[in-house]
């Protein structure tokens, strides 16, 4: 019953910035987990960065860390995704998800998703 839906996303040039935002209704567990993933063209999905709820605890893909960070605002029931020093190599459709994983990075763990906002880094 989760409904999420992403904006924020555009065209930049490597080293540029964006913040996703994920607006996020129907939960009723504190410990849903929600982060963000992305697919390129003839690329598999992948998980980005995941964020619980309860307790706020963060994980991230080892080819983000330290350029991208993930937060969530209570108040807003949003979800975030600023990236930062952007490289062409993250260009992708990126989507928000959101469930209750036994392993948070992987794709096919969520159970909800978002429609997804296009990232296209130029060089």
């Known amino acids: 019953q989760v409904q999420l839906v992403e904006s924020g996303g555009g065209s930049v040039q490597a080293g540029g910035s964006l913040r996703l935002s994920c607006a996020a209704s129907?939960?009723?567990?504190?410990?849903?987990?929600m982060g963000w993933f992305r697919q390129a063209p003839g690329k598999e999905r992948e998980g980005v960065a995941v964020a619980n709820l309860d307790g706020g605890s963060t994980r991230y893909a080892d080819s983000v860390k330290g350029r991208f960070t993930i937060a969530h605002d209570n108040a807003k029931n949003t979800l975030y995704l600023q990236m930062n020093s952007l490289k062409p190599e993250d260009t992708a459709m990126y989507y928000c998800a959101a469930g209750f994983p036994a392993a948070p990075l992987r794709w096919s763990q969520y159970s909800y998703w978002g429609q997804g906002t296009q990232v296209t880094v130029s060089s």
């Open positions: 129907g939960y009723k567990s504190s410990s849903l987990y």
